[in-house]
Nanobody, 121 residues
Framework: QVQLVESGGGLVQAGGSLRLSCAAS????????MAWLRQAPGKEREFVAG????????NYADSVKGRFTISKDNAKKIVFLQMHSLKVEDTAVYYC??????????????WGQGTQVTISS
């Protein structure tokens, strides 16, 4: 059974930092891109960052470039999202997702239950 379990969310002040973790299990992710998505209240779910499990190539939404960094520990099967210079508009539920190469983040093959990130002004 595939599981993606997020942790690390919380409440921080604007300008602060958080690191999210996603523990992945249940299958090999060699042919997958691991992504962080987020959904704020009343808004559509959006892509935040992605990393190719095998090759490590990364990409980011423009809104987080230079502030967020996605990384992974292949041995432990953990994907991280390091977030700096957090803004109130980063407030959302953050989801870890696995998308098979060639797929789209809008329809992930697997995703977790989400972790709440709240940024106060």
């Amino acid at each position: 059974q595939v599981q993606l379990v997020e942790s690390g969310g919380g409440l921080v002040q604007a300008g602060g930092s958080l690191r999210l973790s996603c523990a992945a299990s249940g299958r090999s992710f060699d042919y997958y891109v691991m992504a962080w998505l987020r959904q704020a209240p009343g808004k559509e779910r959006e892509f935040v960052a992605g990393i190719n499990w095998s090759f490590g190539a990364t990409n980011y939404a423009d809104s987080v470039k230079g502030r967020f960094t996605i990384s992974k520990d292949n041995a432990k099967k953990i994907v991280f999202l390091q977030m700096h210079s957090l803004k109130v508009e980063d407030t959302a539920v953050y989801y870890c997702a696995a998308v098979r190469r060639g797929g789209t983040w809008a329809s992930p093959d697997y995703w977790g239950q989400g972790t709440q990130v709240t940024i106060s002004s």
